[in-house]
């Protein structure tokens, strides 16, 4: 039997489903990450996977970012699209004991470092006490592995199978 894998984006997604080996559908969450991105605004952080303090977080690129910092380490991986990450050597960082990324304003004070330019597929780490903002010129998908922080929207009501 050959399988096929179908790799989803934006534009082409099915909504998912799960199938149960044991237990009851409403001790998991399920969702689809283009289908969340579908209904958000541009880079609203929305957890779709939690394990203890380490989210899973979803974001639409579209247009321009805010500038972002974090304490520690992220990474994001591009699912669809293609996505600019533009770097600055934060003078101040954010303080390495505070969760999650926090929302920067106006570009930060300190010194461009470059940019990484994302295309499906990719991945590209956000080294703590650096700022990033992202620029999409057509809408993506971005899936960000952090921890849950201020930023971190969590609806899983609204974006889960029940």
């Given at each position: 039997?050959?399988?096929?894998?179908?790799f989803?984006?934006l534009?082409?997604?099915t909504?998912g489903s799960i199938?149960?080996?044991s237990?009851?559908a409403?001790h998991?969450?399920f969702s689809?990450i283009?289908e969340?991105?579908a209904?958000?605004?541009?880079?609203?952080?929305?957890?779709v996977g939690k394990?203890?303090?380490y989210v899973?977080?979803v974001?639409?690129?579209e247009?321009?970012?805010?500038?972002?910092?974090?304490?520690?380490?992220?990474?994001?991986?591009?699912?669809?699209?293609?996505?600019?990450?533009d770097?600055?050597k934060?003078?101040?960082?954010p303080d390495?004991?505070k969760?999650?990324?926090?929302l920067?304003?106006?570009?930060?004070e300190g010194p461009?470092m470059?940019?990484?330019?994302?295309r499906r597929?990719h991945?590209?780490?956000?080294a703590?006490g650096n700022?990033y903002?992202f620029?999409a010129d057509?809408?993506?998908?971005?899936?960000?592995?952090?921890v849950l922080?201020e930023?971190?929207?969590?609806k899983w009501?609204?974006i889960?199978l029940?």
């Amino acid at each position: 039997m050959q399988v096929h894998t179908v790799f989803g984006s934006l534009a082409d997604y099915t909504k998912g489903s799960i199938e149960l080996v044991s237990g009851e559908a409403r001790h998991y969450v399920f969702s689809n990450i283009f289908e969340v991105a579908a209904t958000s605004k541009p880079y609203e952080r929305i957890v779709v996977g939690k394990n203890m303090e380490y989210v899973q977080e979803v974001m639409r690129a579209e247009g321009v970012s805010p500038w972002f910092a974090c304490g520690h380490d992220e990474f994001a991986l591009c699912m669809d699209g293609e996505i600019t990450v533009d770097f600055i050597k934060m003078k101040d960082p954010p303080d390495a004991e505070k969760n999650g990324a926090v929302l920067l304003g106006e570009a930060p004070e300190g010194p461009r470092m470059g940019h990484v330019k994302l295309r499906r597929g990719h991945q590209v780490l956000l080294a703590a006490g650096n700022a990033y903002r992202f620029t999409a010129d057509r809408t993506g998908v971005l899936l960000q592995q952090t921890v849950l922080g201020e930023l971190s929207v969590q609806k899983w009501r609204e974006i889960c199978l029940l």
